[in-house]
């Protein structure tokens, strides 16, 4: 596909293949999304069908094989592209400099029908050869303009050159447009170019993502020996060796040693997680100092990280509604255009009979190629793929383009509570005892609360990291808590209820306490002897720090936010007022959330819902836009829109920032694409010459044409460079200045890779992670940046270069 004309062209050609339901083709990345019915249809008929309409497809079950295929056909075609054009420039320039200054000095038009015959007929061959294909199926793209245009420029010039008394009987000076048509040639090439290294930075989101799995593994057999293989060979159920600064190859769950480990790379959160023995581990994410072995449990393509890539890769490659329009402009562009150039011609032939022949041909000429619909075709696409590239690198997973049009009309967000403000699990405020002197009984409670299994006896246990003494008669009460004995003393762990069945006295002091406690959403545990209570304990879900705040920031963007959730009143109440909000419903079930927002849908709000859990999924459902956070449950993470992977609620304002931003830049570059062809064509076409006597020249409209796309992709670009609002924090500024990137070259293979990496790991105050493909070292430094010529000696040794990126 060489424009948008083309890919309406293959849109149409796969939605009328019998059995296709769907097909939405990307011109910015060159792929086709494709819904099928298997009984009627199939990738091969699909690929003849598109090689009649003269294209072709890559086609096949392996998705690795197709991309690796395609990266390589798109590398090739760079190759020649570049080489094409730096040659079109070499032999354009003196023709330009003749047009320009030397057209009457002997021989000038020999010379530049010399040097532009190979520009026009050889280096620009593919412009002709493309619009003979399309002619042949009875249809027109841009290289039919550039080929009309360039083809009737040079056979004007040449008949004018072999024949020029032809014109000068007539009384007409015979000029010759071997420049026109050669730098038109040349700018167009450079112009496709651009935009073809521009197209290729747009997915460096994915590129960075693919490479952050590594393409070995070390595996432990059940002789406890270790071995290096293929990623591709390791199965379900291995046990995997994990080094310090090593990659992470797969999802698993660690068997043996503990480590703190980068989780930035997929949640965006710079601040490494402790991991020890039960804890998951996810493919791509870092070790850091300590060493460990992890049983593999998700492989291939059922990781988190390849699950990301192709959330990722599949929304780039969806449509906004926006776009549609733009395919039914770009399907009749072209041969609209084509009519317009000629009628151009026609006028000026009849309405100017002294020059109107040669200045009718070169409006001609000029419309032809200042009509250009490419810009049109990447204005969408390659906003998209940059919008949702930069989500992804901050850990924000955008489901499709159209979620991202949805998210910039969002004026109510719903929270849920557990889970998407609070952390979701139950930990101790404190615990509070009847005597000063009392906590030295806390061994006797952590030891009875580590014999039981209850959640809430966990997170006392986790809260006292207490020395375990011996405890006899353990006995769990159902629905009340548990009892042990210890120094022939009997001791209660549990609720109230087991304090008043027991007859245990609890005084003024704790009872009051306990009262005031529980009024703030948390829940009671009383701990006591056969007497008398010795002490409480509160227990609640935490707020999450990130998420206190957001209720502000969400006002400042002109949205209301409530919360929605099932738990009782006093604790949503609490979160409520710590995240500063006077909204909420509680107590709700999932019938009663979707009541809730079926009700602010009919006031003509547009909701948000964010949630997390099972209970959610209705919810999301009937929301406009869903976001559920990555920690929850799978089934809220399929019916959403939006996933954060990191679970932190201060992302859903960057979240409908980043969509705001991406929609502003598509609709930028539709104006500047549309206004471009508005204004362009008739000054192509000589309105102007009437009023001021001013003709375009064709070569400043093939510099505009070239130019317009690569201003429309260069625009999208500079979506990479937007600062989402919580990615300043102080941490992250102290890790951008502590880590760093680095480009290596000279590494073939992985031992290349792991040479590199154990030669800069040798650095004192420096810890490196190294890829080959990208080929990157990112390091961070313990403490001052090591200069560049000491990395630089550190390698020269192994025959390795790096170089600031």
């Given amino acids: 596909m060489s424009c948008a004309a083309c890919a309406?062209?293959?849109?149409?050609?796969?939605?009328?293949?019998?059995?296709?339901?769907?097909?939405?083709?990307?011109?910015?990345?060159?792929?086709?999304?494709?819904?099928?019915?298997?009984?009627?249809?199939?990738?091969?008929?699909?690929?003849?069908?598109?090689?009649?309409?003269?294209?072709?497809?890559?086609?096949?079950?392996?998705?690795?094989?197709?991309?690796?295929?395609?990266?390589?056909?798109?590398?090739?075609?760079?190759?020649?592209?570049?080489?094409?054009?730096?040659?079109?420039?070499?032999?354009?320039?003196?023709?330009?400099?003749?047009?320009?200054?030397?057209?009457?000095?002997?021989?000038?038009d020999l010379i530049s029908w010399a040097l532009s015959t190979p520009v026009v007929l050889w280096l620009g061959r593919d412009f002709h050869r493309?619009?003979?294909?399309?002619?042949?199926?009875?249809?027109?793209?841009?290289?039919?303009?550039?080929?009309?245009?360039?083809?009737?420029?040079?056979?004007f010039s040449l008949f004018n050159m072999l024949f020029p008394e032809f014109w000068t009987a007539r009384g007409v000076e015979p000029h010759v447009y071997f420049e026109a048509a050669s730098v038109i040639i040349a700018f167009i090439l450079l112009g496709r170019l651009l935009e073809e290294r521009a197209k290729g930075n747009t997915s460096t989101a994915i590129r960075k993502l693919m490479g952050l799995q590594p393409r070995t593994v070390t595996i432990v057999d059940d002789r406890g020996e270790t071995h290096e293989i293929s990623i591709d060979n390791l199965q379900r159920g291995q046990?995997?060796?994990?080094?310090?600064?090593?990659?992470?190859?797969?999802?698993?769950?660690?068997?043996?040693?503990?480590?703190?480990?980068?989780?930035?790379?997929?949640?965006?959160?710079?601040?490494?997680?402790?991991?020890?023995?039960?804890?998951?581990?996810?493919?791509?994410?870092?070790?850091?100092?300590?060493?460990?072995?992890?049983?593999?449990?998700?492989?291939?393509?059922?990781?988190?990280?390849?699950?990301?890539?192709?959330?990722?890769?599949?929304?780039?490659?969806?449509?906004?509604?926006?776009?549609?329009?733009?395919?039914?402009?770009?399907a009749i562009f072209v041969p609209a255009i084509i009519g317009i150039a000629l009628l151009s011609f026609a006028l000026w032939w009849v309405l100017a009979p002294s020059d109107g022949f040669t200045h009718g041909l070169l409006a001609l000429v000029t419309v032809l190629i200042i009509a250009c619909p490419c810009a049109l075709g990447l204005a969408t696409p390659t906003a998209i793929m940059v919008g949702i590239g930069k989500a992804a690198e901050h850990g924000i997973l955008i489901k499709d383009a159209e979620s991202l049009e949805t998210a910039r009309k969002i004026d109510t967000v719903v929270l849920d509570k557990t889970g998407t403000l609070t952390e979701g699990h139950p930990i101790v405020s404190g615990i509070f005892w009847e005597e000063d002197g009392a906590a030295n009984l806390s061994d006797i409670l952590y030891s009875i609360e580590k014999r039981s299994e209850h959640p809430l006896a966990e997170a006392i246990v986790k809260h006292i990291q207490g020395r375990e003494v011996p405890i006899t008669g353990f006995k769990s009460i159902t629905g009340w808590g548990v009892k042990g004995c210890h120094g022939g003393k009997t001791y209660f762990v549990g609720n109230r209820r087991l304090i008043d069945e027991h007859h245990i006295s609890v005084s003024q002091r704790l009872n009051e306490m306990a009262d005031w406690m529980n009024k703030t959403g948390a829940t009671i545990v009383y701990f006591a002897n056969e007497k008398e209570v010795l002490a409480v304990m509160p227990i609640g879900d935490r707020i999450k720090e990130t998420a206190i705040g957001i209720v502000a920031e969400l006002d400042e963007m002109g949205i209301?936010?409530?919360?929605?959730?099932?738990?009782?009143?006093?604790?949503?109440?609490?979160?409520?007022?710590?995240?500063?909000?006077?909204?909420?419903?509680?107590?709700?079930?999932?019938?009663?959330?979707?009541?809730?927002?079926?009700?602010?849908?009919?006031?003509?709000?547009?909701?948000?819902?964010?949630?997390?859990g099972i209970n959610d999924s209705a919810a999301l459902a009937q929301a406009d836009l869903s976001i559920a956070m990555g920690r929850g449950s799978d089934i809220a993470m399929d019916v959403a829109q939006m996933t954060i992977i990191s679970s932190d609620p201060s992302k859903i304002p960057d979240a409908i920032r980043l969509s705001a931003r991406t929609v502003r830049t598509i609709r930028q570059n539709l104006f500047w694409a549309f206004i471009y062809n508005i204004i362009g064509i008739p000054i192509a076409a000589g309105a102007l010459y009437p009023l001021c006597g001013f003709l375009l020249n064709p070569m400043i409209a093939g510099a505009a044409m070239a130019m317009s796309s690569v201003c429309v992709v260069t625009n999208s670009l500079r979506l990479k460079r937007v600062r989402l609002q919580h990615e300043e924090t102080e941490i992250s500024k102290f890790y951008a200045k502590m880590k760093k990137e680095y480009k290596v070259e000279g590494m073939m293979c992985d031992h290349c890779r792991a040479h590199v990496e154990k030669a800069l790991n040798n650095i004192k105050g420096v810890n490196a992670i190294v890829t080959l493909d990208p080929p990157v070292a990112v390091i961070e430094y313990s403490g001052d940046v090591i200069p560049l010529e000491e990395l630089q000696a550190a390698l020269a040794g192994e025959g390795y270069k790096i170089s600031e990126m």
């Fill in 239 to 330: 046990t995997v060796s994990v080094r310090p600064g090593e990659r992470i190859a797969v999802d698993g769950t660690i068997v043996s040693g503990s480590s703190y480990v980068d989780e930035s790379m997929l949640s965006g959160e710079p601040a490494p997680v402790a991991k020890r023995e039960g804890a998951h581990v996810f493919a791509g994410t870092i070790n850091q100092r300590g060493a460990f072995r992890f049983r593999a449990e998700k492989v291939g393509a059922d990781t988190v990280l390849a699950h990301i890539i192709r959330m990722v890769q599949d929304a780039q490659g969806s449509k906004a509604p926006v776009q549609r329009l733009v395919d039914r402009i770009a």
């Fill in 8 to 108: 309406a062209r293959v849109d149409k050609t796969l939605n009328g293949q019998p059995g296709v339901r769907t097909a939405s083709v990307n011109y910015a990345a060159s792929t086709a999304t494709v819904e099928y019915d298997t009984a009627q249809c199939s990738p091969e008929q699909l690929k003849a069908a598109l090689q009649a309409a003269g294209y072709d497809l890559l086609v096949g079950d392996d998705r690795k094989l197709l991309e690796d295929r395609a990266e390589q056909a798109h590398d090739e075609k760079y190759r020649r592209l570049r080489q094409r054009t730096v040659w079109a420039i070499i032999l354009t320039l003196p023709v330009a400099v003749i047009g320009m200054f030397f057209m009457h000095t002997p021989y000038a």
């Fill in 130 to 155: 493309n619009a003979w294909r399309q002619l042949r199926h009875g249809t027109a793209n841009m290289d039919t303009l550039v080929s009309n245009s360039t083809l009737i420029a040079y056979v």
């Fill in 560 to 612: 209301k936010a409530c919360i929605l959730s099932g738990d009782s009143s006093y604790a949503v109440g609490n979160v409520a007022t710590a995240i500063g909000t006077f909204y909420y419903q509680a107590e709700a079930t999932p019938k009663d959330k979707v009541a809730f927002i079926e009700k602010l849908q009919r006031a003509g709000r547009k909701v948000a819902m964010v949630g997390d």
